[in-house]
């Protein structure tokens, strides 16, 4: 079955950075779109970042420039690089996965793709 494991989650300042990794298994990864969406408490979910299984990549308005999505198949890993982190970044951050699968469907509350636990990411003032 689907498993989809984050981490690299933490508390950082404004401006600082960090990596989030995510390890997967039980599906075929490079036939697979993955993403990443984040829930802040209280808001809806939003897209983040999401490459298609021909590697083309698509980013979510609030993070385009910061933030940069990239995967390696050979350990099924996706990765999610984050820069000049703001307060309003801090969220649960998850990896998710379908054969199809784009910033659209991953914001707002329908399904139709697995996701992990999350890794929860904290930005300060």
């Known amino acids: 079955r689907v498993q989809l494991m984050e981490s690299g989650g933490g508390s950082v300042q404004a401006g600082g950075s960090l990596r989030l990794s995510c390890a997967t298994s039980g599906f075929p990864f490079t036939r697979y779109c993955v993403g990443w969406f984040r829930q802040a408490p209280g808001l809806e979910r939003e897209g983040v970042a999401v490459i298609d299984s021909d590697g083309t990549i698509s980013y979510g308005d609030k993070v385009k420039g910061r933030f940069t999505i990239s995967k390696d198949d050979a350990k099924s890993t996706l990765y999610l690089e984050m820069t000049n982190l703001k307060p309003e970044d801090t969220a649960m951050y998850y990896c998710?996965?379908?054969?199809?699968?784009?910033?659209?469907?991953?914001?707002?509350?329908?399904?139709?793709?697995?996701w992990g636990q999350g890794t929860q990411v904290t930005v300060s003032t």
């Open positions: 998710a996965t379908e054969v199809h699968l784009t910033i659209p469907m991953m914001t707002g509350r329908s399904g139709g793709f697995d």
